[in-house]
């Protein structure tokens, strides 16, 4: 067990958690404001939006388990200068004070299309970090494939969902009236795709540069009946 996130950028975690955030609150106000779904159909030919459930669900599951990743960060071992970027701190603060601002001066719609928007923006430059990450330490290392495989698949059925949705209802510009979604889709399957070619192309030796797992897997390994030779340490 790798008790440890120095393969994982605290970037990503961060933008994860606020857009997936500002992503549950757009798909609350569409699902839910019969407000916000009435000034959608004016601004948009009379047509419904297309938030189903099963949006409204996803973006609340990818949220909470954001926010346990997010805070396994603070609990496992870091590397000495892990932490979140100025970046990342710019975009959290300058986004939030952009949101006061059009509470203040625009109308509700407005704002919660502006949330759809933050979202977007984190989906686009989040996975930036991570991949930058990988290509400095050449491995990936410490770092999870298996979301990835997910997330691409994931972002495959839901840009094919939005499609076919619009399809249906007889007008394929809609799938442009969810922006978010759209955007996601398109952005998850780009960068999933550089991360799998990290993985299974580029660095395939699954050489860790800091040898994190080993003496993490050397700290935990038990002896045997007490002796303190190291010949007898069971090895993983």
Known sequence: MLCSVEGLSIDFLVYNVYGFACYALFN???????????????????????????????????????????????????????????????FFFGT????????????IYNTVYLLSFIKLGCSMIKYIPQAWLNYQRKSTTGWSIHNIMLDFTGGTLSFAQLILDAIRSGNVTEALGNPVKFGMGLASIGFDLVFLTQHFVLYTDRYDPQDIEAQVRCQSAPSTYGSTDSSDVSTF
């Open 96 to 107: 939030l004070a952009s949101l006061a601002i059009s509470l203040m001066f625009s109308s």
């Open 28 to 90: 609350t106000a569409f699902f839910f404001s019969k407000r916000i779904g009435d000034e959608y159909a004016r601004r948009n030919d009379g047509h419904e939006n297309l938030v189903r459930f099963n949006d409204l669900f996803f973006s609340y599951h990818a949220l909470v388990l954001s926010l346990v990743t997010f805070a396994q960060s603070f609990y496992y071992k870091r590397a000495p200068a892990q932490s979140s970027s100025r970046t990342s701190r710019v």
